[in-house]
Nanobody, 118 residues
């Protein structure tokens, strides 16, 4: 699966952004679509995931209640709606896909930078 992330930018604290991740290739065998982020000087961390078939969602505690992950199966696209953004949300955001045959995320998109100013 090939992934193309977009939608990053500069926003003030309290604002919103929506990230998109367009998938192509063997999307029919995708189990999960996820979002991760990596802030400067920090390790990459999990943000959210959605089951491609069925749509069950899971969030990290740091974004729960503020971010919403969704997917459009017809368009093979996942979205991350980010609300009530905080400066600590500043990071490069990556989308990823886990194939049904894989035990981990095995396809990654390029990152998209989100900067939240205080």
């Amino acid at each position: 699966v090939q992934l193309q992330a977009s939608g990053g930018g500069l926003v003030q604290a309290g604002g919103s952004l929506r990230l998109s991740c367009a998938a192509s290739g063997r999307t029919f065998s995708t189990l999960y679509m996820g979002w991760f982020r990596q802030a400067p000087g920090k390790e990459r961390e999990f943000v959210a995931r959605i089951r491609w078939s069925g749509g069950s969602r899971y969030y990290s505690d740091s974004v729960k209640g503020r971010f919403i992950i969704s997917r459009d199966n017809a368009e093979d696209t996942s979205y991350l709606q980010m609300n009530s953004l905080k400066p600590e949300d500043t990071a490069v955001y990556y989308c990823a896909a886990q194939d049904r045959s894989a035990g981990t995320y095995d396809s990654w998109g390029q990152g998209t930078l989100v900067t939240v100013s205080s």
